[in-house]
């Protein structure tokens, strides 16, 4: 399947963060909801991809962050984020 461009809101980073844990990863657990949510998508083209490009933050007690499931976080002005399908290319919305 052809997989679309992400936009994700808070909502759904909260959703996919509770998948950053060993025992879903173990199971497979994460795989089968990017399966039924995000087609085509892969975990390591998300979630660690935002970490490795600063939108993402782990264990941060900056007064500034908003928790995530699993000691993640993301910046309060962050309303949503653009993953591109094509190129991997990430944008933040503030707002």
Same mark, same amino acid.
């Given at each position: 399947?052809?997989?679309? #461009?992400l936009i994700?809101?808070?909502? *759904? $980073?909260? %959703?996919?963060?509770?998948? +950053?844990?060993?025992?879903?990863?173990?199971?497979?657990?994460?795989?089968?909801?990017?399966?039924?949510?995000?087609?085509?998508? #892969?975990?390591?083209?998300?979630?660690? *991809? $935002?970490? %490795?490009n600063g939108?993402? +933050?782990?264990?941060?007690?900056?007064?500034?962050?908003?928790?995530?499931?699993?000691?993640?976080?993301?910046?309060?002005?962050?309303?949503?984020?653009?993953?591109?399908?094509?190129?991997g290319e990430?944008?933040?919305?503030?707002?």
């Amino acid at each position: 399947m052809t997989k679309s #461009d992400l936009i994700l809101d808070f909502e *759904a $980073l909260t %959703k996919l963060a509770g998948y +950053a844990h060993w025992i879903p990863i173990t199971h497979g657990l994460q795989k089968d909801f990017l399966q039924r949510n995000y087609p085509g998508w #892969d975990w390591n083209q998300i979630i660690p *991809a $935002l970490i %490795k490009n600063g939108v993402l +933050a782990l264990n941060s007690r900056a007064p500034n962050q908003r928790a995530l499931p699993q000691g993640l976080s993301i910046s309060e002005s962050v309303s949503s984020l653009w993953i591109s399908a094509l190129t991997g290319e990430i944008k933040t919305m503030r707002g």
